[in-house]
């Protein structure tokens, strides 16, 4: 298997369905073991272990993106506050947004 010219993270990020990319990590830790497959693969030994240990327990279905509801939920509730703070006329926000008006 040629090495990986961007890191996994940056990979990962940039790709719709990670579950390939992710099952060729698995299957490189189970042959070359979890420092090599890191260094060949461009990430850390946690991120290794973590999608190993997931294939194990889960099998393949272990390796498909997870929902993060909960961080969706705390930016929304951010957004919405900034808005509040936005439409009462304070905050920094709004001071910016009347000096590139006026």
């Known amino acids: 298997m040629p090495a990986v010219s961007a890191p996994y993270f ?6 719709r369905e990670a579950y ?6 698995v299957e490189s ?5 979890i420092k090599p497959t890191a260094r060949l693969f461009r990430t850390t ?3 290794v272990r973590k999608w190993l ?6 099998g393949l279905r272990g390796l498909h993106k ?3 509801k909960y ?13 509040r703070v936005f439409q009462q006329g304070t905050g920094i926000l709004n001071a910016l947004f009347r000096q590139e008006v006026e």
């Open 10 to 15: 940056v990979l990962v990020r940039e790709m």
């Open 20 to 25: 390939n990319h992710r099952l060729r990590l």
């Open 29 to 33: 830790a189970r042959q070359r073991g």
């Open 45 to 47: 030994v946690p991120t």
């Open 53 to 58: 240990r997931r294939f194990q327990q889960q």
């Open 66 to 68: 997870r929902r993060r």
């Open 71 to 83: 961080q969706r939920k705390q930016a929304l509730a951010y957004i919405k506050a900034t808005w």
